[in-house]
């Protein structure tokens, strides 16, 4: 591994980022075509924070969070700081000293690969994170790493400067290129499903609404009484 820090990566509009944002991982995730999904293990510290940022990674050694506090300084407004270790560990790499710096920088949030702690005080300074575990265990700040790389979590890989949408459904990356494809498939499938939400608050039926109906047979499924079905 190199250790550098990249100090000016080419980064996503962080108002597209934002917009995707609100957006939500799901829609965003769906609308790109079922892809950049980190997985179910990325939970969030704590529940209703819905944010899209800018990527800025950073990659460390098990237990060691020194590139953490070099990745800080990297960081501008609309940021998401993203953490990978380099072998896998659930250590509480990051905490709410951490996040104070951070959002004195205008960062969105935090995502990481290992441990998160401290969750009482990110919840009460409303600071997002997500993690695939909460940990208490302390780390030392003894090894180099890098900042800036891409970085892989979740069998994703991201780029320093991608967009990274994150919210109770966990997490997904937007590659820099796919921002307006993203931007233009989200807003097609929220229009979509807010027609399908007012059919279905109208009594309508997904089976007839995706014209599904039709296609039971082709599928081998037969509807029978429930005498028929006891008897056979
Ligand atoms: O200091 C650390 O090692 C991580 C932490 O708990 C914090 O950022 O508050
Ligand atoms: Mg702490």
Not at 69 to 89: I, K, W, Y
Not at 138 to 158: D, M, R, W
Not at 186 to 210: H, N, T, V, W
């Amino acid at each position: 591994m190199r250790n550098v820090v990249v100090t000016d990566p080419p980064r996503a509009d962080v108002g597209d980022a934002e917009t995707l944002g609100g957006f939500g991982t799901a829609t965003v995730h769906e609308a790109l075509g079922r892809v950049g999904y980190l997985g179910p293990e990325f939970r969030p510290a704590w529940a209703g924070a819905r944010i899209g940022g800018t990527a800025v990674t950073a990659l460390c050694w098990p237990g060691d969070n020194l590139m953490i506090h070099v990745a800080v300084e990297q960081c501008r407004p609309g940021d998401v700081l993203v953490v990978a270790t380099n072998s896998p560990s659930t250590d509480g790499l990051f905490g709410e000293l951490f996040a104070t710096a951070l959002a004195r920088r205008g960062v969105r949030g935090v995502v990481l690969g290992c441990g998160v702690r401290d969750v009482a005080e990110l919840r009460e300074m409303g600071f997002p994170a997500w993690s695939r575990a909460v940990s208490a265990q302390g780390s030392v700040k003894a090894t180099a790493g890098a900042v800036n790389v891409p970085v892989v979590l979740g069998g994703q890989t991201i780029h320093p400067g991608d967009v990274v949408v994150a919210d109770d459904d966990g997490v997904m990356v937007v590659p820099r290129a796919d921002v307006p494809r993203a931007l233009t498939a989200s807003q097609a499938r929220i229009d979509k499903e807010a027609a399908s939400r007012a059919a279905f608050a109208d009594g309508e039926l997904g089976l007839d609404r995706y014209g599904l109906r039709d296609k039971l047979p082709e599928f081998g499924i037969e509807y029978v009484s429930y005498d028929k079905w006891v008897a056979e």
